[in-house]
């Protein structure tokens, strides 16, 4: 079955810092979505993506569909210590009406204050 | 926030015993889902539904069945609960359109079999 490939496993950051993470997979995804977890709590959407190329922003969140449509990427400017959880991505192969997603097995970050 | 709650959100049960967990929505989505989250596993689809009484299974189902008689409820029950199948259990929902399939997830059940 399709895998996403998701990076680094783990991020140790300072407070101010910039962020990135990406996926990356053997497959071509139609639609891309970034999530994030806090403890305790179900995966809350951050953005999604559905064009190759796109370029879309949420806040301090920017995510990117790759050209190959094999990868995307999740950017967050000037850290803060309310950003730590853990980050997925999720991915929608093509194929009719396949409506199953594909998620990587995450980014935890921590931000140190 | 979508309109999805769990329950119960803890549960303590032991070896071999039956275990229903329950996902209901308030947004009318035809989709629902159930996965199982694991450390180094990530979010593993156990089972899905398209519609009432539309089910299929994903990549881990064994030892899983699921029901959904209303569009607002979908069960997952296991008939005979192993260790194995300790996790956090997240219900999620979709609408597709077109190319779309955001999916929105509960607040998640966690399952210890003893």
């Known amino acids: 079955g399709q895998q996403l490939n998701q990076s680094p496993q783990s991020m140790f950051i300072q407070e101010g810092e910039d962020v990135s993470m990406n996926c990356t997979s053997s497959?071509?995804?139609?639609?891309w979505l970034w999530y994030k977890q806090d403890p305790g709590e179900g995966p809350v959407l951050l953005i999604a993506l559905y064009k190759a190329g796109e370029l879309t922003s949420n806040g301090r969140l920017t995510a990117q569909f790759g050209i190959t449509r094999k990868d995307s990427f999740l950017n967050i400017s000037a850290s803060i210590p309310s950003d730590v959880g853990i980050y997925f991505c999720?991915?929608?192969?093509?194929?009719?009406?396949?409506?199953?997603?594909?998620f990587g097995k995450g980014t935890l970050l921590t931000v140190n204050p | 926030d979508a309109g999805i709650t769990q329950s119960p959100r803890h549960k303590v049960t032991e070896t071999g015993t039956p275990v229903t967990l329950r996902c209901h929505q308030t947004?009318?989505?035809?989709?629902m889902y159930w996965y199982r989250q694991d450390p180094g596993h990530g979010l593993r689809l156990i089972h899905y539904?398209?519609?009432?009484?539309?089910?299929d299974k994903g990549e881990v189902s064994d030892g899983y069945s699921v029901s959904r008689s209303k569009t607002e409820d979908f069960l997952l029950t296991l008939e005979s609960a192993t260790s194995s199948q300790t996790s956090v259990y997240f219900c999620?929902?979709?609408?597709?359109?077109?190319?779309?399939?955001?999916?929105?997830f509960g607040p998640g059940t966690r399952l210890t079999v003893t």
């Open positions: 999620a929902i979709s609408e597709p359109q077109g190319t779309g399939n955001e999916q929105y």
């Open positions: 947004e009318n989505h035809r989709y």
């Open positions: 999720a991915g929608r192969g093509s194929g009719g009406s396949n409506y199953k997603l594909t």
């Open positions: 497959s071509i995804f139609n639609t």
């Open positions: 539904s398209y519609g009432v009484k539309d089910t």
